[in-house]
């Protein structure tokens, strides 16, 4: 579950004394990029180098995080100028991705929040041999196999960060893979109240209870904050997991049962075993919230990620029970569990695994298995304008992809933006057709990549649906 922490250490120890720290540009300065930032300001071999951000106000926040003080902060508006201030161990603010890609950095972390930025960004670092790491996950689970195929032609990595649950879990996954277990189920948890999936972003910071002073120093984003309560957050999520970890939704959504930590091992196992799933090799949500839809569990795990796993070895599955492992009565079954998740906190994790090791925490498979689809939230007519993941008027669920495609459902990545020709019901997918599609956008060629490779054909010449 856990990286070389001794390698990686002397790997740092050597670039700090060499004077070549890692350099990394960091696009995206909200709340979660400037976690990065401070995270990297105390860390030895490693030096955050460009600030990307169109709000200087973020940038420059996210850049002091980093250095302490503004003493070694800069502004560079040509590429000359930015490669002058990061050689002389500055940290540059930059309003161009363009500019931000092509410093000389080695890594670029994708921290923006937007699909169409994020691919952007991600493009853009490939193209000039820099790794990624992708904190947007709504660009990774609409399009991710096919940004890491491209990657992996130019030589680099593409990986998901460390911190945010899809990359945590799936080290728990690799972790119990590594051993020879078997992974029945792996997923996180959520606190997902009945009326939570029409849920608006005005609304958001209030269910939360978030004051106004944490929300303005934080860069808290209402929308993005909607998304979570809303679930379409832990749907995305659970797709990208399920595309890098070979796992799949039992059922569309994903059953979501309240369950606290001991009931882990009980629920998610086979239903022929006394569980509630189909089959083994799934991804899934376990709700803090009792099924009286009112009282919060003990014991919960919404803020944590875990792993149910078994063994055909009836000693390994009682050693597990043995030592304290939540397990089912018959001890077939235990769960691995951390009851947190540090956004931005582990994230440079990410960085120094891709930077030093060029390896991914967690990068999608070349055969994408699971999609995100777009459902309303509400009856919609014809004429309403769609706001996205976390907006007003849909929310996301998960489904395996070849049923996306197959029926031609409207993506949740490319549910922005976009009007509808046609009215929809409340809790219904939205089909591809009910919308026109900007032909310009820079996801329509990307995501038909990403389609060819779920398909199991050759994305070249792959053209959209």
């Known amino acids: 579950m856990q990286v070389n922490m001794g390698g990686l250490l002397e790997l740092l120890r050597r670039r700090e004394e060499e004077g070549r720290p890692l350099r990394v540009a960091l696009v995206g300065a909200g709340r979660f990029g400037t976690t990065v930032a401070a995270q990297l300001g105390q860390m030895r071999g490693v030096r955050l180098s460009v600030v990307c951000d169109l709000n200087a106000r973020n940038a420059r926040g996210a850049a002091v995080a980093a250095r302490g003080s503004e003493d070694a902060v800069v502004t560079a508006k040509t590429e000359g100028a930015v490669a002058d201030a990061v050689r002389a161990d500055r940290t540059v603010l930059v309003e161009s991705i363009g500019l931000a890609v092509s410093a000389p950095v080695e890594v670029v972390v994708e921290a923006t929040g937007h699909e169409a930025v994020a691919v952007r ?114 749907q995305i999520e659970m797709c990208a997991l399920a595309n890098s970890a070979g796992l799949v939704p039992d059922v569309p959504g994903m059953h979501e049962p309240a369950a606290a930590i001991p009931d882990l091992p009980r629920l998610f196992r086979p239903r022929s075993e006394g569980g509630i799933l189909e089959r083994e090799g799934v991804v899934e949500l376990a709700n803090a919230i009792a099924d009286d839809g009112k009282t919060e569990l003990p014991n919960n795990i919404a803020k944590g990620i875990w792993c149910v796993i078994t063994s055909d070895q009836p000693l390994l599955n009682e050693d597990l029970w043995f030592y304290d492992l939540p397990a089912s009565e018959d001890r077939r079954y235990a769960a691995l569990w951390r009851q947190y998740h540090l956004c931005g906190v582990e994230t440079p994790m990410s960085i120094l695994e891709a930077g030093l090791l060029g390896c991914a925490t967690a990068a999608p498979l070349e055969r994408p298995l699971a999609d995100v689809v777009a459902i309303a939230k509400r009856d919609l007519h014809a004429g309403t304008r769609l706001d996205g993941s976390g907006g007003s008027t849909v929310r996301g669920q998960i489904r395996r992809i070849e049923e996306s495609l197959q029926q031609q459902w409207l993506p949740l990545g490319m549910a922005h933006g976009v009007t509808l020709t046609q009215p929809i019901a409340a809790g219904e997918p939205i089909p591809l057709a009910a919308v026109d599609l900007d032909p310009g956008s820079p996801l329509i060629p990307l995501r038909a990549e990403h389609e060819a490779l779920a398909l199991g054909g050759s994305p070249a010449g792959a053209a959209s649906r």
């Open 121 to 234: 960004t991600a493009c853009g670092a490939i193209e000039h041999r820099k790794h990624v790491v992708m904190v947007t996950v709504e660009a990774d689970a609409l399009l991710g196999a096919a940004l890491a195929r491209r990657a992996r032609k130019a030589g680099v990595v593409y990986t998901l960060a460390d911190g945010d649950q899809p990359a945590a879990t799936k080290r728990l996954v690799d972790w119990a893979r590594a051993l020879g277990y078997r992974v029945v189920a792996a997923g996180r948890g959520t606190l997902m109240y009945p009326f939570d999936p029409q849920g608006r972003p005005e609304e958001a910071f209030a269910r939360y209870g978030f004051d106004e002073d944490l929300v303005r120093r934080r860069h808290f984003n209402a929308q993005m904050y909607n998304s979570f309560r809303d679930g379409s957050k832990a």
